[in-house]
């Protein structure tokens, strides 16, 4: 008889949890439960733009256009701490769907201004209802000290992330100037040599007793 499914994990339950006696670092449990938070509310997002028949994504660049209007891609860029390729395709996408448009910048001709349309006003409102309806259901088992304590914890983790990473140590390497080494030819003229340094005798005696029994020399153990 084949064995039962595991029960589906509660809502309630750390992953440590549902692991029963597997161990997990905490700090990589935090960030599995902020993924599947950034998740749940992108499917709470969607669920809102779907039901009016609007396109889904592009969140956050149609509230940052709602909350400070037309805007330039770098201007949104840095308000949604991201990287300009990533807003720009982002917008190119939001314009073939109607939810945004273009328009001349008086400021600087090459960089034109992003600003809402119609539709997208529209995808805005109903991202606000649907996240009246979840933040009721949320509040009532949250405190206002809990909130403060998990943003201050997350911007501290956010800002040693985005700090920049100390440059390695270099490296000086120096060369060394070949020795000359000079003998005299048969024809009595002086001959100059550019060589290493001969092993001693004794050195080369050693050696070669390591291999005779059996030991490996210290460099290739």
Same mark, same amino acid.
């Given at each position: ?12 339950? =750390?992953? =440590?949890?549902?692991?029963? =006696? #597997? ?9 599995? !439960?902020? @993924?599947?938070? %950034? ?5 709470? &997002? ?9 396109? #889904? ?9 709602? +909350? ?8 949104? &860029? ?13 917008? @190119?996408?939001? &314009? ?28 805005? !409102? &109903? ?7 979840? *933040? ?7 405190? =206002? ?6 943003? *201050? ?6 800002? /040693?992330?985005?700090?920049? #990473?100390?440059?390695? %140590?270099?490296?000086? /390497? ?21 060589? *290493?340094? *001969?092993? +001693?005798? !004794? ?15 210290? @460099?290739?153990?």
């Amino acid at each position: 008889m084949p064995n039962s499914l595991p029960p589906s994990p509660s809502s309630n339950t =750390t992953i =440590t949890q549902e692991l029963g =006696t #597997a161990s997990i670092d905490p700090l990589e449990e935090l960030f599995v !439960e902020v @993924n599947t938070l %950034a998740l749940k509310l992108q499917q709470e &997002a969607r669920r809102g733009q779907t039901a009016d028949d609007l396109p #889904a994504g592009g969140n956050s660049v149609l509230r940052t256009l709602s +909350k400070f209007g037309a805007l330039t891609v770098p201007q949104i &860029a840095r308000l949604n701490s991201t990287s300009r390729q990533n807003v720009q395709i982002i917008v @190119n996408r939001l &314009a073939r769907e109607e939810c945004i448009e273009f328009m001349p910048n008086p400021a600087h001709k090459r960089s034109e201004l992003v600003r809402l349309t119609n539709r997208g006003q529209a995808s805005v !409102e &109903a991202l606000t209802r649907n996240e009246e309806g979840y *933040k009721t259901r949320l509040l009532p088992h949250v405190t =206002t000290e809990d909130l403060h304590c998990a943003l *201050k914890l997350l911007r501290s983790i956010r800002n /040693v992330l985005m700090a920049p #990473a100390p440059s390695p %140590a270099k490296i000086v /390497v120096r060369r060394q100037t070949p020795r000359l080494n000079t003998t005299f030819s048969s024809r009595g003229g002086p001959s100059t040599e550019i060589g *290493k340094r *001969k092993p +001693k005798p !004794e050195r080369i005696e050693e050696t070669k007793m390591a291999f005779e029994t059996d030991q490996l020399p210290v @460099n290739l153990l």
